[in-house]
C-alpha cells in the first residue's frame, strides 16, 4: 500500500513539473516535444528555452 502511494505521488509530481515548463516555455511545442526525454537532454532543453525566451525578449522590446 505504501509503495503504491509513492508511486501516485511521484507520478503527481512530474505531472506538475511539465505543467510549469509548459507555462514557462515561450515556444511550448518545442519543449513539449522534447519533455519526455532523459533527464540529460533536460538539461539541454532547458539551456535552449532560456535561448528562446531571450530572443523572444529582445524580439518583442
Known amino acids: 500500500m505504501t509503495h503504491k502511494k509513492e508511486k501516485k505521488k511521484k507520478k503527481k509530481k512530474k505531472k506538475k513539473m511539465m505543467m510549469m515548463l509548459n507555462i514557462r516555455s515561450s515556444c511550448r511545442s518545442f519543449s513539449a516535444r522534447r519533455?519526455?526525454?532523459t533527464r540529460r537532454e533536460g538539461m539541454e532543453?532547458?539551456?535552449?528555452?532560456y535561448q528562446c525566451f531571450v530572443s523572444n525578449?529582445?524580439?518583442?522590446?
Open 57 to 61: 525578449t529582445l524580439n518583442t522590446t
Open 35 to 37: 519533455s519526455r526525454r
Open 45 to 49: 532543453l532547458v539551456l535552449v528555452r
